[in-house]
């Protein structure tokens, strides 16, 4: 008994090792940024740079449960939120001051839930619509992601711009594709429920100042030219559509008034508000991916075309379990399924290596 | 245009299993340019040795870290089966015996024997015994502690050890073991499972294991090979 309890004691901590060595040894050889241009799409740039950076994250972490601790010795004089917010804020200044990408992940994501989880404790009890604190997380991502660009301008930040870009697309990308399902109109329709985000001067307040920071952080960006005419107009553009759904008065999405939008159940018919706003938001994501892909192609980032096409991949196959999956035979529906696939994966193949071929030409041809 | 004489220096001292960041110091304190000791580590004939050295090298790393799992397995296997008829003298002779012998051959090796991985090894193995150790003595002597506290122990005496004999994969040990400790502490707070707020060691060990590893953070981060230091 004691002896299986041992191998389980010693196994479990060495599957980690070797999955923490594994990463370690890759990081082994190190990536230099005079040999490799794309040296900023790698999170450690030697061995040392990837040990460290996990200590730190390390400590960060238990600067946190180190709060919570002694939060819980002396009586609970702080909420568990507060302590939530001064680790970010501490992970974020040790993120800048030692220029650790991993601290900068986790410090983000920190402050964004803070920020969901403080405003519904200030909204508690005053029935304020849901689609306002949506609103609030979408500013917060367009800002990440113009917050990006704006890092772009200094080479030593060029990496922590990588993770602004790609916090900022997945987490806009995440919500326009929720809200292009059926499922996710139906939660559309239940958030506009409620009184006007006024009702809370904190919400209010914050929102005043995500909308002013994200205003001006673009604007300064496209200033200095690391942001394209069309990347600020579709930033604005995605501004809009997320500052309207949070102005929404009560939508009724289906028909029937109270019908569940269960997944693929059939489930209730859409009302014409419903259609409507499946319709924007189908083009919001159809374009925002298009878009996504030609910005990889103008700044020449392959990584920017590859996500834009794991997304665009991903984007038909879920439309189509969406629009065909009760619509057809299953049969057909899964026949034309694969040769659909078929077609999508010959064209995104070609198209995928045609760009990066194009950059690559492109790139040779100028002079570093 | 790469110097022979150099790129053969730093071929030979690959070839003596010597690490990149101490041929560069070496050769820095003689007065060479970073960019020319790039330039002879990235010379043909130097490049593909040292590939040829990392497959070799990463060969006998796993075996002998595989051979330190079992051997640390069979022990403890065998300890285990026989612990009822132990006393306790003999019990924690046992565990700090076997926990010296394996650090001091894996020194021995490391340092003397210039057998870098075999040693490397062995103070792993060392490292893991030493962590059995915390929690069977703790069981032994029925001390009151929460439990994650003797993963943050075992965690700070690996860092300690990977810092005295410059051992890598003594850091990528105690990296998963803080882990451990960090999910278990908030699971015990929240839930008021196991959770002894009495118990204010928990606290202390938690305040100073963010000191030690913000600190082991620091100190590795200076470790950074110096070309890459515009980057930071």
Redesign the interface.
Do not use: C, H, Y
């Given at each position: 008994m004691?002896?299986d309890?041992?191998?389980i004691?010693?196994?479990g901590?060495?599957g980690?090792?070797i999955v923490?060595?594994r990463h370690?040894?890759g990081r082994?050889?190190?990536v230099?940024?005079?040999?490799n241009k794309e040296?900023y799409l790698h999170l450690a740039?030697?061995?040392?740079?990837a040990?460290?950076?996990?200590?730190?994250l390390?400590?960060f972490?238990?600067?946190g449960?180190?709060l919570?601790?002694?939060n819980?010795?002396f009586g609970d004089p702080l909420s568990w939120r507060t302590i939530l917010f001064i680790t970010s804020l501490v992970g974020l200044v040790g993120a800048y001051y030692?220029?650790?990408i991993y601290t900068l992940v986790f410090s983000l994501v920190g402050l964004t839930s803070w920020w969901v989880v403080q405003t519904n404790v200030w909204i508690d009890g005053k029935d304020i619509k849901k689609s306002t604190l949506f609103a609030g997380v979408a500013f917060l991502m367009l800002l990440f992601y113009s917050l990006g660009h704006l890092h772009e301008k200094e080479?030593?930040f060029k990496r922590f711009a990588l993770v602004y870009l790609v916090l900022g697309i997945i987490a806009v990308t995440g919500v326009l594709f929720i809200f292009s399902t059926k499922p996710g109109i139906g939660v559309l329709g239940e958030m506009t429920k409620g009184a006007s985000f006024v009702g809370s001067w904190q919400l209010t307040l914050s929102l005043l100042v995500f909308i002013a920071s994200l205003v001006g952080t673009t604007l300064y960006a496209a200033a200095k030219k690391l942001l394209s005419p069309f990347e600020l107009l579709a930033v604005f553009a995605l501004t809009c559509l997320f500052g309207i759904t949070a102005l929404l008065p009560e939508q009724s999405m289906f028909v029937q008034a109270g019908l569940s939008y269960g997944f693929y159940s059939g489930g209730g018919e859409l009302s014409s508000t419903g259609v409507l706003w499946a319709l924007i938001y189908n083009f919001a994501i159809f374009f925002e991916l298009l878009g996504l892909l030609f910005s990889g192609y103008i700044r020449r980032e392959t990584w920017l075309i590859n996500l834009g096409a794991l997304f665009l991949f991903l984007l038909i196959v879920v439309k189509y379990f969406d629009w065909f999956f009760t619509f057809f035979d299953k049969s057909i529906f899964f026949i034309s399924a694969g040769v659909l696939l078929f077609v999508v994966g010959w064209f995104m193949e070609k198209g995928r290596r045609y760009m990066i071929t194009n950059i690559k030409k492109e790139t040779q041809q100028i002079p570093q | 245009m790469v110097d022979p004489t150099l790129a053969e220096y730093v071929k030979a001292s690959l070839a003596q299993g010597k690490p990149k960041e101490e041929i560069y110091k070496e050769l820095l304190g003689q007065d060479w340019r970073v960019e020319v000791i790039q330039e002879s580590f990235n010379s043909p004939t130097t490049k593909e040795e040292e590939e040829k050295e990392d497959t070799q090298k990463s060969t006998i790393r796993l075996i002998v870290t595989f051979g330190a799992v079992l051997v640390g397995a069979g022990i403890f296997s065998f300890i285990a089966a026989n612990w009822q008829e132990m006393t306790r003298p003999v019990k924690i002779t046992l565990i700090l015996v076997s926990m010296l012998i394996s650090y001091s051959a894996g020194w021995y090796m490391k340092e003397k024997s210039n057998l870098l991985k075999t040693g490397e090894a062995l103070i792993l193995l060392g490292a893991i015994i030493y962590g059995a150790g915390i929690f069977l003595v703790a069981q032994m002597f029925n001390i009151r502690a929460n439990w994650p506290d003797g993963f943050i122990l075992w965690m700070i005496g690996t860092i300690a050890m990977a810092f005295a004999v410059e051992s890598y994969p003594l850091f990528y040990l105690a990296i998963p073991l803080g882990i451990v400790a960090l999910v278990g502490h908030p699971f015990g707070i929240f839930t008021g499972f196991g959770y002894n707020s009495f118990l204010l060691t928990s606290s202390l060990l938690l305040l100073i294991s963010t000191i030690i590893t913000f600190g082991a953070g620091w100190i590795i981060r200076k470790k950074i090979p110096p070309e890459f230091k515009e980057y930071y």
């Open positions: 004691l002896g309890l041992l191998l004691f010693l196994l901590p060495i980690i090792i923490i060595f370690m040894s082994k050889k190190s230099n940024p005079k040999e040296w740039l030697s061995r040392e740079d040990v460290s950076q996990l200590f730190l390390l400590s972490f238990f600067l449960v180190t919570l601790a002694l819980r010795d030692l220029k650790t080479k030593k | -």
